[in-house]
Protein backbone atom coordinates (compact mmCIF):
# COMPACT_ATOMS: atom_id res chain seq x y z
CA UNK A 1 0.00 0.00 0.00
CA UNK A 2 1.30 3.14 -1.00
CA UNK A 3 2.26 5.78 1.85
CA UNK A 4 -0.31 9.10 1.33
CA UNK A 5 1.69 11.90 3.30
CA UNK A 6 -1.89 13.93 3.13
CA UNK A 7 -2.57 12.13 5.90
CA UNK A 8 0.15 13.14 8.24
CA UNK A 9 0.00 16.35 10.25
CA UNK A 10 2.98 19.08 8.94
CA UNK A 11 5.71 18.30 11.09
CA UNK A 12 5.27 14.62 10.69
CA UNK A 13 5.18 14.90 6.43
CA UNK A 14 8.33 17.73 6.51
CA UNK A 15 10.30 15.78 8.83
CA UNK A 16 9.97 12.37 6.47
CA UNK A 17 10.92 14.83 3.28
CA UNK A 18 13.45 16.66 4.78
CA UNK A 19 15.45 13.41 5.94
CA UNK A 20 15.06 11.94 2.64
CA UNK A 21 16.67 15.50 1.42
CA UNK A 22 19.21 15.17 3.94
CA UNK A 23 20.48 11.93 3.05
CA UNK A 24 20.02 12.55 -0.60
CA UNK A 25 22.70 15.18 -0.41
CA UNK A 26 25.25 13.27 1.77
CA UNK A 27 24.53 13.81 5.47
CA UNK A 28 24.62 11.31 7.93
CA UNK A 29 21.83 10.84 10.73
CA UNK A 30 23.35 11.95 14.01
CA UNK A 31 21.43 10.46 17.18
CA UNK A 32 22.31 11.87 20.54
CA UNK A 33 21.16 10.49 23.92
CA UNK A 34 18.68 12.34 25.82
CA UNK A 35 20.69 13.23 28.48
CA UNK A 36 24.62 14.65 28.33
CA UNK A 37 27.20 15.59 31.33
CA UNK A 38 26.10 18.72 32.57
CA UNK A 39 29.85 19.91 32.80
CA UNK A 40 29.98 20.29 29.14
CA UNK A 41 26.60 22.94 29.40
CA UNK A 42 28.87 24.70 32.47
CA UNK A 43 32.03 24.93 30.21
CA UNK A 44 30.34 26.18 27.26
CA UNK A 45 27.53 28.46 28.94
CA UNK A 46 28.51 31.01 26.78
CA UNK A 47 27.14 29.29 23.58
CA UNK A 48 23.92 28.85 24.58
CA UNK A 49 20.77 29.97 24.28
CA UNK A 50 19.82 30.37 27.94
CA UNK A 51 22.18 29.16 30.85
CA UNK A 52 19.12 27.54 32.84
CA UNK A 53 19.45 24.62 32.61
CA UNK A 54 17.30 20.87 33.69
CA UNK A 55 19.93 18.84 36.05
CA UNK A 56 19.67 15.98 38.03
CA UNK A 57 21.80 13.00 39.72
CA UNK A 58 22.17 9.69 37.92
CA UNK A 59 22.48 6.49 39.77
CA UNK A 60 26.66 6.77 39.61
CA UNK A 61 26.06 10.61 40.92
CA UNK A 62 26.93 12.02 38.03
CA UNK A 63 25.31 15.29 37.40
CA UNK A 64 23.37 15.27 33.95
CA UNK A 65 21.12 17.54 32.09
CA UNK A 66 18.47 17.30 30.24
CA UNK A 67 20.21 18.41 26.36
CA UNK A 68 19.06 22.18 25.91
CA UNK A 69 21.16 22.17 22.76
CA UNK A 70 22.10 19.96 19.83
CA UNK A 71 24.69 21.79 18.07
CA UNK A 72 26.95 21.48 21.33
CA UNK A 73 27.11 17.78 21.06
CA UNK A 74 28.12 17.64 17.83
CA UNK A 75 30.68 19.68 17.79
CA UNK A 76 32.01 17.72 20.61
CA UNK A 77 31.60 14.15 19.76
CA UNK A 78 31.13 14.34 16.04
CA UNK A 79 33.91 12.00 14.30
CA UNK A 80 35.44 14.11 11.18
CA UNK A 81 38.82 13.01 9.86
CA UNK A 82 41.39 15.47 9.69
CA UNK A 83 41.62 17.84 6.86
CA UNK A 84 37.70 16.32 6.02
CA UNK A 85 34.53 18.15 6.67
CA UNK A 86 31.84 15.90 8.20
CA UNK A 87 28.08 16.50 7.46
CA UNK A 88 25.36 15.12 10.03
CA UNK A 89 21.38 16.08 9.99
CA UNK A 90 19.52 15.32 13.49
CA UNK A 91 15.72 15.23 14.81
CA UNK A 92 16.58 15.67 18.48
CA UNK A 93 14.02 17.35 20.89
CA UNK A 94 15.47 20.47 23.32
CA UNK A 95 14.79 21.83 26.88
CA UNK A 96 14.59 25.23 26.86
CA UNK A 97 12.87 27.73 29.30
CA UNK A 98 9.80 29.26 28.01
CA UNK A 99 9.74 33.49 28.68
CA UNK A 100 5.55 33.05 28.39
CA UNK A 101 4.79 30.26 31.04
CA UNK A 102 8.17 30.47 33.13
CA UNK A 103 8.96 26.74 32.91
CA UNK A 104 10.78 24.36 30.31
CA UNK A 105 9.72 23.16 27.09
CA UNK A 106 10.20 20.37 24.96
CA UNK A 107 11.10 21.83 21.55
CA UNK A 108 11.20 19.40 18.79
CA UNK A 109 14.21 20.42 15.72
CA UNK A 110 15.73 19.21 12.60
CA UNK A 111 18.53 20.38 11.53
CA UNK A 112 21.75 19.44 9.74
CA UNK A 113 25.70 20.40 10.72
CA UNK A 114 28.78 21.04 8.67
CA UNK A 115 32.02 20.60 10.83
CA UNK A 116 35.71 20.82 9.64
CA UNK A 117 37.08 21.99 6.62
CA UNK A 118 34.10 23.71 5.87
CA UNK A 119 34.75 25.43 2.45
CA UNK A 120 32.67 27.60 -0.12
CA UNK A 121 30.83 24.90 -1.39
CA UNK A 122 30.18 23.34 2.13
CA UNK A 123 28.80 26.58 2.79
CA UNK A 124 26.53 26.80 -0.36
CA UNK A 125 25.30 23.56 0.17
CA UNK A 126 24.32 24.29 3.62
CA UNK A 127 22.38 27.61 2.85
CA UNK A 128 20.95 25.99 -0.28
CA UNK A 129 19.71 23.13 1.53
CA UNK A 130 17.97 25.53 4.07
CA UNK A 131 16.39 26.99 1.19
CA UNK A 132 15.14 23.38 0.13
CA UNK A 133 13.75 22.74 3.84
CA UNK A 134 11.43 25.77 3.92
CA UNK A 135 10.18 25.41 0.62
CA UNK A 136 9.27 21.47 1.55
CA UNK A 137 6.94 23.31 3.69
CA UNK A 138 4.38 24.23 0.45
CA UNK A 139 4.35 27.72 2.28
CA UNK A 140 5.72 31.13 1.33
CA UNK A 141 8.53 31.70 2.82
CA UNK A 142 11.48 33.82 3.12
CA UNK A 143 15.43 33.62 3.72
CA UNK A 144 17.13 36.32 5.33
CA UNK A 145 21.42 36.03 5.15
CA UNK A 146 23.45 38.36 7.00
CA UNK A 147 27.04 38.31 7.82
CA UNK A 148 28.48 39.19 11.72
CA UNK A 149 31.74 40.10 10.08
CA UNK A 150 30.18 43.24 8.31
CA UNK A 151 28.62 44.23 11.72
CA UNK A 152 31.86 43.81 13.65
CA UNK A 153 33.80 45.51 11.25
CA UNK A 154 31.87 48.46 11.51
CA UNK A 155 32.04 48.23 15.38
CA UNK A 156 35.93 48.34 14.95
CA UNK A 157 35.67 51.71 11.93
CA UNK A 158 33.43 53.85 14.59
CA UNK A 159 35.29 52.97 17.66
CA UNK A 160 32.81 51.01 19.68
CA UNK A 161 34.26 49.72 22.52
CA UNK A 162 33.07 46.53 23.99
CA UNK A 163 31.16 46.87 26.94
CA UNK A 164 29.17 49.25 24.37
CA UNK A 165 28.41 46.49 22.05
CA UNK A 166 25.74 44.46 23.14
CA UNK A 167 23.15 47.08 22.75
CA UNK A 168 24.15 48.43 19.91
CA UNK A 169 23.68 44.64 18.27
CA UNK A 170 20.32 44.94 20.43
CA UNK A 171 19.23 47.76 19.02
CA UNK A 172 20.58 46.75 15.29
CA UNK A 173 18.75 43.84 15.87
CA UNK A 174 15.43 45.02 16.82
CA UNK A 175 15.56 48.06 13.83
CA UNK A 176 15.33 50.49 16.93
CA UNK A 177 16.76 53.70 15.05
CA UNK A 178 15.58 56.22 18.06
CA UNK A 179 17.38 53.85 20.58
CA UNK A 180 20.27 53.29 18.41
CA UNK A 181 21.14 57.15 17.95
CA UNK A 182 21.00 57.19 22.06
CA UNK A 183 23.28 53.78 22.78
CA UNK A 184 25.61 55.56 20.18
CA UNK A 185 25.90 58.84 21.79
CA UNK A 186 26.47 57.39 25.44
CA UNK A 187 29.01 55.27 23.95
CA UNK A 188 30.78 58.27 22.68
CA UNK A 189 30.80 57.45 18.81
CA UNK A 190 31.05 60.48 16.48
CA UNK A 191 28.19 62.04 14.60
CA UNK A 192 29.53 60.04 11.44
CA UNK A 193 29.62 56.93 13.38
CA UNK A 194 26.44 57.15 14.55
CA UNK A 195 25.04 57.95 11.23
CA UNK A 196 27.10 54.73 9.55
CA UNK A 197 25.23 52.47 12.15
CA UNK A 198 21.71 53.61 11.39
CA UNK A 199 22.47 53.75 7.54
CA UNK A 200 22.47 49.70 8.42
CA UNK A 201 18.73 49.56 8.64
CA UNK A 202 18.88 50.54 4.66
CA UNK A 203 20.82 47.43 3.90
CA UNK A 204 18.03 45.12 3.12
CA UNK A 205 16.40 43.62 -0.06
CA UNK A 206 17.59 41.31 -3.05
CA UNK A 207 21.04 40.52 -3.06
CA UNK A 208 22.38 41.96 -5.73
CA UNK A 209 20.60 45.84 -5.20
CA UNK A 210 21.79 45.43 -1.05
CA UNK A 211 25.59 44.72 -1.53
CA UNK A 212 26.34 47.45 -4.70
CA UNK A 213 24.69 50.00 -2.00
CA UNK A 214 26.88 48.35 0.90
CA UNK A 215 30.18 48.13 -0.68
CA UNK A 216 30.77 51.60 -0.87
CA UNK A 217 30.14 52.00 3.38
CA UNK A 218 32.98 48.99 3.62
CA UNK A 219 35.15 51.44 6.08
CA UNK A 220 37.63 48.20 6.29
CA UNK A 221 38.98 44.87 5.58
CA UNK A 222 36.75 43.03 7.86
CA UNK A 223 33.64 44.60 6.19
CA UNK A 224 35.32 43.72 2.57
CA UNK A 225 35.45 40.57 3.28
CA UNK A 226 32.13 39.55 4.52
CA UNK A 227 30.42 41.29 1.59
CA UNK A 228 32.78 39.18 -0.81
CA UNK A 229 31.58 35.80 0.81
CA UNK A 230 28.35 36.89 0.88
CA UNK A 231 28.78 37.34 -3.43
CA UNK A 232 30.50 34.23 -3.88
CA UNK A 233 27.55 32.70 -1.47
CA UNK A 234 24.40 34.32 -3.60
CA UNK A 235 26.35 34.18 -7.00
CA UNK A 236 26.84 30.17 -5.98
CA UNK A 237 22.98 29.82 -5.27
CA UNK A 238 21.98 31.71 -8.39
CA UNK A 239 19.81 29.08 -10.27
CA UNK A 240 18.62 27.41 -7.05
CA UNK A 241 14.94 26.71 -6.76
CA UNK A 242 13.83 29.23 -4.20
CA UNK A 243 16.72 31.88 -4.82
CA UNK A 244 13.55 34.71 -5.21
CA UNK A 245 13.01 33.68 -1.66
CA UNK A 246 16.41 35.15 -0.50
CA UNK A 247 16.35 38.35 0.92
CA UNK A 248 19.92 40.17 2.45
CA UNK A 249 19.47 41.81 5.40
CA UNK A 250 22.73 42.96 7.22
CA UNK A 251 21.01 44.56 10.11
CA UNK A 252 19.97 40.77 11.14
CA UNK A 253 22.73 40.02 13.68
CA UNK A 254 23.15 37.72 16.69
CA UNK A 255 24.76 36.81 19.62
CA UNK A 256 28.69 37.81 18.79
CA UNK A 257 30.02 35.10 20.79
CA UNK A 258 28.65 32.49 18.86
CA UNK A 259 28.13 33.20 15.10
CA UNK A 260 31.62 35.12 13.83
CA UNK A 261 30.14 34.54 10.27
CA UNK A 262 27.01 34.27 8.04
CA UNK A 263 23.47 34.64 10.16
CA UNK A 264 20.63 32.31 8.75
CA UNK A 265 16.89 33.41 9.26
CA UNK A 266 13.92 31.74 7.93
CA UNK A 267 10.68 32.53 7.65
CA UNK A 268 7.01 30.61 6.84
CA UNK A 269 3.79 33.02 5.90
CA UNK A 270 1.35 33.06 8.88
CA UNK A 271 3.80 31.82 11.63
CA UNK A 272 4.70 34.99 13.85
CA UNK A 273 8.21 34.03 14.76
CA UNK A 274 11.79 32.70 12.74
CA UNK A 275 10.87 28.94 12.34
CA UNK A 276 14.88 28.05 10.74
CA UNK A 277 17.83 29.42 12.21
CA UNK A 278 21.55 29.17 11.83
CA UNK A 279 25.11 30.60 10.58
CA UNK A 280 28.51 30.16 10.71
CA UNK A 281 30.23 29.06 14.49
CA UNK A 282 33.77 28.75 13.93
CA UNK A 283 34.45 30.07 17.34
CA UNK A 284 31.98 26.50 19.43
CA UNK A 285 33.76 24.38 16.79
CA UNK A 286 37.56 25.46 17.90
CA UNK A 287 36.72 24.45 21.33
CA UNK A 288 37.03 20.54 20.23
CA UNK A 289 38.81 21.12 17.32
CA UNK A 290 41.47 24.17 16.44
CA UNK A 291 41.22 25.46 13.29
CA UNK A 292 37.73 24.04 12.16
CA UNK A 293 34.94 25.73 10.87
CA UNK A 294 31.75 24.75 11.02
CA UNK A 295 27.95 26.44 9.62
CA UNK A 296 24.57 24.48 9.94
CA UNK A 297 20.89 25.53 10.89
CA UNK A 298 17.73 24.01 12.90
CA UNK A 299 14.36 23.89 11.48
CA UNK A 300 11.89 24.15 14.58
CA UNK A 301 9.05 21.62 13.65
CA UNK A 302 7.09 22.57 16.42
CA UNK A 303 5.71 25.75 14.34
CA UNK A 304 5.38 23.48 11.40
CA UNK A 305 1.78 21.94 13.20
CA UNK A 306 0.34 25.68 13.35
CA UNK A 307 0.08 26.47 9.61
CA UNK A 308 -3.28 24.38 10.15
CA UNK A 309 -4.42 26.84 12.14
CA UNK A 310 -3.74 30.07 9.57
CA UNK A 311 -6.73 31.59 8.91
CA UNK A 312 -6.20 33.54 5.16
CA UNK A 313 -8.27 36.05 3.67
CA UNK A 314 -10.98 35.46 1.48
CA UNK A 315 -10.06 38.21 -1.45
CA UNK A 316 -6.36 38.35 -1.21
CA UNK A 317 -6.36 41.50 0.04
CA UNK A 318 -3.35 42.22 2.19
CA UNK A 319 -4.70 43.55 5.40
CA UNK A 320 -2.60 44.77 8.19
CA UNK A 321 -3.84 44.12 11.84
CA UNK A 322 -3.49 46.28 14.42
CA UNK A 323 -3.65 46.21 17.96
CA UNK A 324 -4.98 49.12 19.93
CA UNK A 325 -4.64 50.11 22.95
CA UNK A 326 -7.71 51.12 24.96
CA UNK A 327 -7.72 54.56 26.45
CA UNK A 328 -6.77 58.04 25.94
CA UNK A 329 -3.45 56.62 24.21
CA UNK A 330 -5.34 54.57 21.69
CA UNK A 331 -7.81 57.59 21.33
CA UNK A 332 -4.35 59.74 19.91
CA UNK A 333 -3.13 56.55 18.34
CA UNK A 334 -6.04 56.18 16.71
CA UNK A 335 -6.49 60.05 15.47
CA UNK A 336 -3.04 60.15 14.51
CA UNK A 337 -3.33 57.16 12.01
CA UNK A 338 -6.72 58.65 10.86
CA UNK A 339 -4.75 61.54 9.90
CA UNK A 340 -2.44 59.90 7.15
CA UNK A 341 -5.24 57.92 5.57
CA UNK A 342 -6.04 55.16 7.87
CA UNK A 343 -9.56 55.47 9.43
CA UNK A 344 -12.28 53.95 9.45
CA UNK A 345 -15.82 54.56 8.32
CA UNK A 346 -17.11 53.50 11.59
CA UNK A 347 -16.17 54.64 14.87
CA UNK A 348 -14.93 52.25 17.17
CA UNK A 349 -15.97 54.61 20.46
CA UNK A 350 -19.41 54.36 18.98
CA UNK A 351 -19.82 50.54 19.12
CA UNK A 352 -18.59 47.48 21.53
CA UNK A 353 -16.83 45.75 18.36
CA UNK A 354 -13.70 44.81 19.35
CA UNK A 355 -12.31 44.73 15.89
CA UNK A 356 -13.22 47.18 13.80
CA UNK A 357 -11.69 47.66 9.89
CA UNK A 358 -11.50 49.63 6.63
CA UNK A 359 -10.96 47.04 3.39
CA UNK A 360 -9.81 49.98 1.24
CA UNK A 361 -6.84 51.27 3.34
CA UNK A 362 -5.71 47.76 4.14
CA UNK A 363 -6.36 48.45 7.78
CA UNK A 364 -8.50 46.28 10.68
CA UNK A 365 -7.85 47.63 14.30
CA UNK A 366 -7.99 45.13 17.39
CA UNK A 367 -8.98 47.43 20.69
CA UNK A 368 -6.68 45.97 23.43
CA UNK A 369 -5.85 46.06 26.94
CA UNK A 370 -2.36 48.45 26.84
CA UNK A 371 -1.03 45.76 28.57
CA UNK A 372 -1.42 43.30 26.42
CA UNK A 373 -0.14 44.95 22.50
CA UNK A 374 3.16 44.02 22.67
CA UNK A 375 1.91 40.39 23.14
CA UNK A 376 -0.52 40.51 20.18
CA UNK A 377 1.85 41.47 18.00
CA UNK A 378 4.64 39.48 18.96
CA UNK A 379 2.59 35.96 19.31
CA UNK A 380 1.59 37.23 15.51
CA UNK A 381 -2.35 37.79 16.40
CA UNK A 382 -1.83 41.46 15.47
CA UNK A 383 0.98 42.58 12.74
CA UNK A 384 1.82 46.28 14.23
CA UNK A 385 0.67 48.12 17.27
CA UNK A 386 1.42 51.11 19.10
CA UNK A 387 2.36 50.74 22.71
CA UNK A 388 4.25 52.58 25.50
CA UNK A 389 8.25 51.93 26.32
CA UNK A 390 7.46 50.65 30.24
CA UNK A 391 5.06 48.32 28.47
CA UNK A 392 7.25 46.94 25.85
CA UNK A 393 10.09 46.76 28.48
CA UNK A 394 8.43 45.01 31.01
CA UNK A 395 6.84 42.38 28.87
CA UNK A 396 10.75 41.44 26.89
CA UNK A 397 8.24 41.24 23.53
CA UNK A 398 10.68 39.90 20.75
CA UNK A 399 9.28 42.81 18.18
CA UNK A 400 10.74 45.22 15.65
CA UNK A 401 10.73 48.72 17.40
CA UNK A 402 10.61 50.82 14.82
CA UNK A 403 9.51 54.67 15.24
CA UNK A 404 9.10 56.80 18.70
CA UNK A 405 5.97 58.76 18.01
CA UNK A 406 6.42 60.83 21.06
CA UNK A 407 2.92 60.34 22.33
CA UNK A 408 2.05 59.66 25.74
CA UNK A 409 5.48 61.28 27.46
CA UNK A 410 6.32 60.51 30.63
CA UNK A 411 8.90 58.61 32.56
CA UNK A 412 10.38 55.76 34.70
CA UNK A 413 11.38 56.68 38.25
CA UNK A 414 12.69 55.96 41.91
CA UNK A 415 10.15 57.42 44.23
CA UNK A 416 10.06 57.79 48.15
CA UNK A 417 9.12 59.86 51.09
CA UNK A 418 10.79 63.26 51.08
CA UNK A 419 13.42 62.72 54.00
CA UNK A 420 14.06 59.42 52.68
CA UNK A 421 17.63 58.12 53.41
CA UNK A 422 18.71 54.96 52.04
CA UNK A 423 20.01 51.99 54.19
CA UNK A 424 22.56 50.30 52.85
CA UNK A 425 22.96 47.70 55.22
CA UNK A 426 19.76 45.64 53.94
CA UNK A 427 17.67 44.80 51.19
CA UNK A 428 15.69 47.47 49.75
CA UNK A 429 12.04 46.90 49.69
CA UNK A 430 10.47 48.48 46.11
CA UNK A 431 6.86 48.28 45.41
CA UNK A 432 6.02 48.57 41.79
CA UNK A 433 3.74 46.73 39.12
CA UNK A 434 7.08 46.71 36.92
CA UNK A 435 8.59 44.08 38.41
CA UNK A 436 11.27 43.35 35.58
CA UNK A 437 12.29 46.75 35.01
CA UNK A 438 12.98 47.44 38.30
CA UNK A 439 14.88 44.50 38.76
CA UNK A 440 16.85 45.35 36.08
CA UNK A 441 17.33 48.98 37.48
CA UNK A 442 18.68 47.55 40.57
CA UNK A 443 20.50 44.59 39.19
CA UNK A 444 22.37 47.42 36.94
CA UNK A 445 23.71 48.81 40.67
CA UNK A 446 24.71 45.63 41.96
CA UNK A 447 22.05 46.55 44.68
CA UNK A 448 19.77 43.65 46.45
CA UNK A 449 15.95 44.37 46.59
CA UNK A 450 12.94 42.47 48.14
CA UNK A 451 10.26 43.20 45.71
CA UNK A 452 6.57 43.80 46.54
CA UNK A 453 3.92 43.92 43.58
CA UNK A 454 1.52 45.60 43.54
CA UNK A 455 -1.61 46.21 41.09
CA UNK A 456 -2.79 49.98 41.83
CA UNK A 457 -2.13 52.74 44.44
CA UNK A 458 1.69 52.36 44.55
CA UNK A 459 2.39 55.57 46.24
CA UNK A 460 0.47 53.96 49.22
CA UNK A 461 3.24 51.60 49.66
CA UNK A 462 5.93 53.74 51.56
CA UNK A 463 3.41 56.15 53.13
CA UNK A 464 2.31 52.79 55.44
CA UNK A 465 5.76 51.32 55.85
CA UNK A 466 5.32 48.92 52.97
CA UNK A 467 8.21 49.62 51.51
CA UNK A 468 11.14 51.53 51.22
CA UNK A 469 10.52 53.46 47.78
CA UNK A 470 8.36 52.75 44.51
CA UNK A 471 8.95 52.55 40.49
CA UNK A 472 6.76 53.93 38.67
CA UNK A 473 5.56 56.16 36.09
CA UNK A 474 5.50 60.06 36.83
CA UNK A 475 3.92 62.58 34.51
CA UNK A 476 3.31 65.82 36.69
CA UNK A 477 4.13 64.16 40.06
CA UNK A 478 1.12 65.88 40.95
CA UNK A 479 0.15 62.99 43.02
CA UNK A 480 3.40 62.30 44.36
CA UNK A 481 3.97 65.76 45.93
CA UNK A 482 0.24 65.76 47.45
CA UNK A 483 1.46 62.52 48.98
CA UNK A 484 4.48 64.17 50.70
CA UNK A 485 6.52 61.71 48.07
CA UNK A 486 9.01 63.13 45.93
CA UNK A 487 11.29 61.66 42.88
CA UNK A 488 14.45 60.09 44.02
CA UNK A 489 15.98 58.94 40.27
CA UNK A 490 14.51 59.28 36.74
CA UNK A 491 15.93 56.37 34.91
CA UNK A 492 13.67 55.66 31.29
CA UNK A 493 12.01 58.33 29.35
CA UNK A 494 8.67 57.10 28.09
CA UNK A 495 6.66 57.22 24.99
CA UNK A 496 4.42 55.03 22.86
CA UNK A 497 6.61 53.14 20.67
CA UNK A 498 5.25 51.50 16.94
CA UNK A 499 6.08 47.79 16.97
CA UNK A 500 6.31 45.11 14.64
CA UNK A 501 6.12 40.99 14.48
CA UNK A 502 9.05 40.16 13.16
CA UNK A 503 7.42 38.09 10.35
CA UNK A 504 4.65 40.33 9.73
CA UNK A 505 7.51 42.54 9.05
CA UNK A 506 8.93 40.46 6.13
CA UNK A 507 5.60 39.46 4.39
CA UNK A 508 3.96 43.16 4.34
CA UNK A 509 7.10 45.10 4.35
CA UNK A 510 5.41 47.03 1.95
CA UNK A 511 2.67 47.67 3.23
CA UNK A 512 4.26 48.26 7.03
CA UNK A 513 7.21 50.75 5.39
CA UNK A 514 4.48 52.77 3.44
CA UNK A 515 2.73 53.44 6.87
CA UNK A 516 6.09 53.79 8.61
CA UNK A 517 6.78 56.28 6.70
CA UNK A 518 4.13 58.50 6.85
CA UNK A 519 4.09 57.75 10.65
CA UNK A 520 7.59 59.00 10.84
CA UNK A 521 6.54 62.45 8.28
CA UNK A 522 3.62 63.61 10.60
CA UNK A 523 5.77 63.13 13.92
CA UNK A 524 9.29 64.02 12.83
CA UNK A 525 10.97 61.55 14.64
Not at 71 to 100: F, H
Not at 278 to 286: C, F, I, K, N
Not at 359 to 376: M, Q
Amino acid sequence: MELDLNILKPQERVSLQLRLLYERAGFSKYHMGRFEEYGLYQENRRFLSSEQVITFTDLDGRLLALKPDVTLSIAKNAQVESGGCGRYYYMENVYRPSQESHTFREISQMGLECIGAVDDGATAQAVSLALRSLALTERDFLLEISHMGFVTGLFDAVGAGEAARPKLLTCIRDKNRHELQKAAAAAGLSRQGTDALCRLGELAGPWEQVLAAAEPLALNAAMGDALTELRTLCEALEGTDGTANVKLDLPLVNDMEYYNGLVLQGYLAGLPRAVLRGGRYDPLAEQFRPGARAIGFALYLDELDRLADVPAETDGKVMLNVALPKGRLGDKVYDLLAGVGYGCPENYNDTRKLVVENREAGIRYFLVKPSDVAIYVEHGAADIGIVGRDILAESGADVYELLDTGLGKCRMCVAGPKDFAEDQSRALRVATKFVNIAKAYYAAQGRDIDIIKLGGSIELAPILGLSDVIVDIVETGTTLKENDLKVLTEFMPISARFIANRASYQFKHREIGTLLKKLTEVTDQ
